[in-house]
């Protein structure tokens, strides 16, 4: 996975098991938000912070989701317990996770990692945290979200 690259599209269940297609989300900028797992300290905290920061994510017209191999059970619970804005999805046979080179250390884990698409399907952010217990910053998320959409 590159930078100027076409997204994999791929289909992922959300937290009511609905059907979430990244190809379907063309003419928008996509966040995706790869995150180890729910309910864990780190995680926690990332989430809740973009759910902090949601006003500013959301004027950039981005659409933002997380994605874990968690099940979608867990992120409706995960969601619900912390009122996250965003999208959780599961990749629970870590097939997202492998296509866009976000692999954990942790075995059947995503690495946290930041991938930004721009509305014509490019890759224009791919960050992979080379240590999961530093979340990514919100302003560095955002200021990635602005390059993709001026692209």
Request: proline content about 4%; charged content about 30%.
């Amino acid at each position: 996975m590159r930078i100027g690259e076409n997204a994999p599209d791929f289909t992922l269940k959300d937290g009511d098991g609905n059907d979430w297609k990244l190809s379907e989300r063309r003419g928008k900028t996509v966040v995706l938000l790869f995150y180890p797992g729910d309910n864990t300290p780190v995680c926690t905290k990332q989430m809740c912070s973009v759910r902090d920061n949601w006003e500013d994510y959301a004027k950039t017209g981005a659409e933002v989701v997380g994605i874990s191999t968690d099940s979608a059970a867990s992120h409706k619970d995960f969601s619900q317990k912390y009122d996250l804005p965003l999208t959780l999805l599961s990749d629970e046979k870590g097939e997202v996770v492998e296509k866009f080179n976000v692999k954990s250390w942790l075995p059947g884990r995503s690495a946290r990692a930041v991938v930004v698409v721009d509305k014509n399907g490019v890759v224009r952010h791919h960050q992979v945290q080379s240590l999961s217990v530093f979340r990514p910053k919100d302003d560095e998320v955002l200021k990635a979200i602005g390059q993709a959409n001026a692209a």
